[in-house]
């Protein structure tokens, strides 16, 4: 299974709700990385988890809480998002160093968030 | 931050011609990867190349990296309409902060492709 699974596909929130993003993986990726994707732009990281310890966060708002359950499942819970917080949101898993064939990520097809 | 500089921005081409992509970066690295999407879609790995290598095959893509000029291109011989897409350099470096560690892909701006029939 080479597969990263994210849900949902779309989300359209107001600025006072909660929601959560989930992203789940079963390849044995022991890091597991957020990435925010504007229109015509490039993925930006966000946070970035190694054996379920958060291990970067990229000065991102507080908005945005991660949370690394387990080693296959990572969440992002959103709060009090502003409109500019619309994007494609890309779940990515990878080898950690030191266990590495191919120190590639694998990318879920993220979830389209639409704030309002 | 970004840190790889793709150009062109935009290519048109026919089918059956090559296409090439050049990306350029600024710091060290441990290795360059190519990344694809499909409009709004998740990215998909095309092909690595490690800092000591210098050219990588796979299939009909060729990947050249030269570490002395920080650069990348990436040639896709043969296009075909089902390559239109979006591609993307990023540069991959080790983060060892807090513990076990992660590779940390910085990516470029991108080069969106359109092959046409």
């Known amino acids: 299974d080479t597969e990263v699974t994210q849900t949902p596909k779309h989300l359209v929130m107001g600025m006072t709700n909660k929601k959560s993003l989930k992203c789940e993986q079963h390849?044995?990726?022991?890091?597991m990385y957020w990435y925010k994707q504007k229109a015509k732009k490039p993925p930006e990281l966000m946070f970035v988890?190694?054996?379920?310890?958060?291990?970067i966060n990229e000065s991102v708002p507080s908005r945005f809480s991660p949370e690394c359950p387990n080693s296959s499942l990572l969440n992002l819970h959103l709060h009090a998002l502003q409109p500019e917080d619309s994007a494609l949101y890309l779940c990515?898993?990878?080898?950690?160093?030191?266990?590495?064939?191919?120190?590639?990520?694998?990318f879920g097809p993220g979830t389209r968030l639409l704030v309002l | 931050s970004q840190q790889g500089e793709e150009d062109p921005q935009a290519l048109s081409i026919q089918e059956g011609e090559n296409a090439t992509m050049n990306c350029s970066y600024k710091?060290?690295?441990?290795?360059l990867q190519w990344y694809r999407q499909n409009s709004g879609r998740g990215l998909v790995h095309l092909i690595l190349?490690?800092?000591?290598?210098r050219e990588k095959h796979s299939g009909r893509l060729r990947v050249t990296l030269d570490t002395s000029k920080k650069s990348s291109s990436l040639l896709i011989t043969a296009s075909r309409a089902a390559d239109t897409a979006s591609y993307f350099c990023?540069?991959?470096?080790?983060?060892?902060?807090?513990?076990?560690?992660?590779?940390?892909?910085?990516f470029g701006k991108g080069t969106k492709l359109s092959v046409i029939p």
């Open positions: 990515a898993s990878g080898p950690v160093p030191g266990r590495v064939v191919r120190e590639t990520q694998y």
């Open positions: 390849m044995g990726h022991r890091a």
């Open positions: 988890y190694s054996y379920e310890k958060l291990s």
């Open positions: 710091t060290s690295i441990n290795n």
């Open positions: 190349i490690r800092s000591n290598e």
């Open positions: 990023a540069t991959a470096a080790l983060n060892l902060y807090s513990g076990a560690g992660s590779y940390q892909l910085t």
